[in-house]
C-alpha cells in the first residue's frame, strides 16, 4: 500500500470513493509479497499492481464491483486448468487479494496514518478480511507504538475489529510484525481467540525505511547510496573528511555526515537508529577508518555488514579486528571482500554487486544464475 499512499491521499482528498486492492497473502512462486497494491479509480483509472500484470484485468474488474456496492471482498487467485489463460497467474503461485472501497466514509483514519507514513513514524493498520460475521470483514484497528507506560503500548482509540479482546490479541502481534518490517496475515478465533479460526486479519506494516550506512566518501560511495535509495534505504554517507563529505557529491544519499565513522555508528546505536534490518557498507579500505567502526559494526544486530578492498586488505583487516578482541563468530558476518562475484568493475557495477549480496542475504538466495537452479524463483523470508 506504501507506493500508492500518495495516490490514494489524493483522491480521498477530492472525496472520491476508490477501491483499494492489496495483497494479503502468498503461496508458491507468487510475484509479490503482501502489501502490494493497487487501486481502481471511480473514473476507471488504474494505479500500481498485484500481480506484475497477472490478474490486473480481472483485479480491476472486481474493483469496479466494490465501488459499486461498498462490499470488501476477500478474492483467490490461482492456475488451474480452468483459469489459466483467463486469469493468467501462469507463474504458478496463488494470491489472496483483498478489496476494498476507501472514501472519507469508510476510512476516516487514512489521513492519520499518511501522516505518520510520512513523518517516518512506525505504525500498523490490521484488518479483518474474513469473518464468520460479514458485518465485520473491512473493520480495521490502527497501531501506533508508544513510549512505555503503565499498559506499555497505546492504541488508535479511533478504530476497532469490533471487541476489545480481538484488538488487543491483534494488537500485540501487529506490534511484533511492525518491529520486523513485515506484513502479514494472521488467524484467530471469531473474537480474537488465539487457539480459534474463522477471523483472518491483515496486518499492513508501515515501518521506516531500514537504515543504509555508507561510510567513505569516495566514487563507489555515491553508486551505492544511489542503489540504496532506489531499493528504499535512507542512506547515509559518513567520512571524517569534510572536503570529500558534501551534498554535491552525494545528491541520493537522505543526509551526508562529516565525523569519524566509528563514532558516528555509536552514536546512532546509541540513539536507537541502528536496528536488525540495517545495513552497513565500509567503503574507506583506511585501516585507521575501517577497523574501528568494524568493530563496533559487527558486534551489532544488523543485517549485512560489508567491507570494501582487496583480499590482501582483507587478510590485514581480519588480523587487526582480532587484535581488537573480535571472535570467529563476529568476523563470520563480514561480507569482505564486499559484493557477489559479478565480475564488477566501475562504481555502478561494483554498486549493483553489492546490493545484489544484500538482497540474496535478505531472502536466503544463493547469487547463482537462475537457469542453473531449480525450484521457486522467490525465496520466503529465511
Known sequence: MRDVLNQLSDRFARAETTALATVVATFKS?????????????????????????????????????IAS??????????????????????????DVFVESVSPASFPELPEIVRLVEAEQPVAVATIVAHPDPALVGR??????????????????????????ADAAVREDALGLLAAGR????????????????????????????????????????????IGSFLGYR?????????????????DADEVVVDWPHRYLAAQ????????????????????????????????????VGAMGSRRTHDDRLARLREVGLGDAELARLSSPIGLDLGARTPE??????AAEIIALQWGGAGERLRATGGPIHHTTP
Do not use: W
Not at 82 to 93: E, K, N, S, Y
Not at 188 to 217: H, I, L, Q, T, W
Not at 349 to 354: L, R
Open 30 to 66: 507468487a510475484p509479490r509479497q503482501a502489501g502490494a497494491a493497487m487501486l481502481v479509480g471511480s473514473d476507471d483509472t488504474v494505479v500500481g499492481s498485484v500481480s506484475g500484470g497477472c490478474v490486473e484485468g480481472a483485479v480491476y474488474e472486481l474493483g469496479q464491483q466494490v
Open 70 to 95: 461498498g462490499r470488501p471482498v476477500l478474492q483467490r487467485y490461482g492456475i488451474s486448468d480452468d483459469d489459466a489463460f483467463t486469469v493468467g497467474l501462469t507463474c504458478g503461485g496463488i494470491l
Open 140 to 165: 480495521r484497528l490502527v497501531i501506533e507504538p508508544s513510549e512505555p507506560h503503565e499498559a506499555g503500548q497505546t492504541v488508535h482509540t479511533a478504530s476497532t475489529l469490533g471487541s476489545a479482546r
Open 183 to 226: 506484513s502479514d496475515t494472521l488467524e484467530y478465533g471469531p473474537d480474537g481467540e488465539r487457539r480459534g479460526e474463522g477471523m483472518r486479519v491483515f496486518v499492513n506494516s508501515f515501518a521506516p525505511k531500514p537504515r543504509m550506512f555508507v561510510f567513505g566518501a569516495i566514487d563507489f560511495a555515491a553508486a551505492v547510496a544511489r
Open 235 to 251: 542512506v547515509t554517507v559518513c567520512d571524517a573528511r569534510p572536503v570529500f563529505a558534501t551534498t554535491t557529491r552525494f545528491p
Open 269 to 304: 546505536v546509541e540513539t536507537g537508529a541502528v536496528g536488525p534490518r540495517s545495513v552497513i557498507c565500509v567503503l574507506t579500505h583506511d585501516p585507521k577508518f575501517d577497523v574501528p567502526v568494524l568493530e563496533i559494526a559487527l558486534r551489532l544486530d544488523v543485517a549485512y
Open 349 to 354: 557495477e561494483t554498486a549493483v554487486s553489492i
